[in-house]
């Protein structure tokens, strides 16, 4: 693993700034392989030294990867003028500079979003071949009859022509506006609404539950998120 300076393995981590790390070494608080005396800007291997504050080993993550459960009203974006982004709901212990929410949902859809600095496992789950199934909820204005629950698994055709990638859908709970769960292998603009619209009915309420393999943990409320392991986040590529 390359080297790095010791002042930015504590700032990368999110465990102190610069300044503060200069602070911990005067006071002697950080030991590197069990030697004191070091600078900020000493060098150091992340993954073969032993790095120690205050007597504990540091151990180091070289990317980080939160679930979060996005309520309504937040934009899936870093920053944002005027709106509140999913950036913003990240507390401090949790947050890293380079986050940024891997895909997108609509502003009104509420549920799972990735956030990660994992550039290479972002593009690997976002790149339109390799058709990761994405698991919604919705909560439509008047029930399907059979032939357009069947369209779906056809490939359905949007109002300007483009046909969507077969899909899944199956009735979780009937009723006047019944709830729905929808499985997509592609990702367009408003996809679900759009689809929804093209049988004439409209999406009431939406959320994401699942991606890949990983389903959103229903114990996350809304606007909270979770740090979860790179061998958890794998499950999204399955
Ligand atoms: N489909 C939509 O219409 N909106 C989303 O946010 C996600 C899928």
Redesign the pocket.
């Known amino acids: 693993m390359p080297q790095m300076r010791l002042d930015k393995f504590f700032s990368s981590q999110n465990l102190a700034t610069r300044k503060e790390v200069k602070e911990l070494l005067k006071q002697g608080r950080i030991t590197v392989n069990g030697q004191n005396g070091n600078k900020g800007e000493d060098k150091i291997d992340p993954q073969l030294d032993e790095v120690c504050l205050d007597g504990k080993r540091v151990g180091y993550k070289k990317y980080l990867y939160l679930m979060m459960n996005k309520p309504q009203g937040v934009v899936s974006a870093t920053n944002d003028q005027s709106q509140p982004t999913v950036l913003d709901l990240v507390p401090p212990e949790l947050f890293r500079p380079g986050l940024f929410p891997a895909g997108r ?2 502003k009104d ?1 509420t549920g799972f979003v990735l956030l990660t600095d994992d550039g290479d496992f972002a593009h690997r789950i976002l790149s339109p071949k390799k058709h990761i199934a994405k698991t ?1 909820h919705a909560v439509i204005s008047a029930p399907l009859s059979e032939e357009q629950m069947n369209s779906f698994e056809n490939g359905l055709v949007l109002k300007d022509g483009f046909r969507c990638l077969p899909a899944k859908i199956r009735l979780l709970k009937e009723g006047e506006q019944p709830l729905v769960e929808i499985v997509l292998w592609e ?1 367009k603009y ?5 689809m929804i619209g093209a049988l004439g009915e409209k ?1 009431l309420s ?1 959320k ?1 539950v699942k991606m890949g393999n990983l389903p959103l943990d229903p114990d996350l409320e809304p606007g909270a998120c979770k740090e979860i392991l790179h061998k958890d986040v794998e499950r999204i590529l399955e």
Do not use: E, F, N, S
């Not at 408003?190 to 759009?194: D, E, G, N």
């Open positions: 949902l609509d859809t919604y990702g408003h996809q679900i609404k759009r999406v939406l994401r």
